[in-house]
């Protein structure tokens, strides 16, 4: 019930805001409690474009699962070089990652849904709880039109189960949107883009999305169903 009415009240305080002005008021709130987690896609691009031009005291954080992409590292160099900015980096831990691939091998995740989610909470899931500890905001590059999943979520939230609230600044953005500001204010951002991938993540689970297909399509397609996470934030 206090959770409910904190939220409630935050919601209220960020109504009507912009993106700037939700972001101030929020590191205001909670000094040295707010943390962003950038994939470095291009929503979470922008968001850190957003932090570092107004430079808020919001720390920046990415989760690196050892599978990214090398276009990945290459749009976090741009990123600190443009911004100037410390992007703190989360590792998964290594005795757990080994004891993992020596046992099933280096892609058991292709094998069955129970190794996938396997590996995700191994190099994400955990990662991301100690990312996440001891902060009481989650700013998070979410957008409703990524999935129906994110479509029944909210542009702020409180998740019961990690104690924090977690704001999606670009909740209502299209793709077009973002791809727009991007452009206008020379963002870096990933060139797999520009090759039809939308949602980008490690390389060997993350596919170009084809003309029609659905903007989740290209992450762990060989599954079937929709809905499909990784567990970061369901």
Not at 22 to 34: A, E, H
Not at 41 to 55: F, L, P, R, S, V
Not at 57 to 77: M, Q
Request: glycine share 8%.
């Amino acid at each position: 019930m206090e959770e409910d009415l904190r939220l409630s009240g935050l919601r209220s305080r960020l109504r009507g805001r912009t993106i700037e002005e939700s972001l101030t008021i929020i590191s205001g709130l909670y000094p040295g409690k707010v943390v962003f987690t950038t994939s470095f896609g291009i929503e979470d691009q922008i968001i850190t474009h957003y932090i570092c031009e107004k430079d808020l005291p919001v720390e920046i954080v990415t989760l690196d699962t050892g599978r990214l992409f090398p276009e990945t590292y290459k749009v976090f160099s741009e990123t600190i070089k443009k911004y100037k900015v410390q992007i703190k980096v989360f590792f998964p831990d290594h005795v757990a990652v080994e004891e993992m691939v020596s046992k099933k091998g280096p892609f058991s995740f292709y094998y069955s849904t129970e190794n996938r989610t396997e590996c995700c909470r191994l190099r994400k899931v955990l990662p991301l709880e100690r990312a996440l500890k001891g902060k009481d905001v989650w700013i998070s590059g979410i957008r409703s039109g990524h999935s129906d999943n994110r479509q029944m979520m909210d542009w702020i939230e409180y998740d019961n189960k990690k104690n924090i609230f977690k704001y999606y600044p670009l909740f209502d953005w299209s793709y077009e949107e973002v791809r727009e500001f991007a452009m206008k204010n020379a963002i870096p951002y990933n060139i797999l883009h520009d090759k039809g991938f939308v949602s980008i993540g490690c390389e060997p689970c993350t596919r170009a999305v084809q003309p029609g297909e659905d903007f989740r399509s290209g992450r762990w397609w060989w599954e079937n169903g929709n809905g499909k996470e990784c567990g970061l934030h369901k």
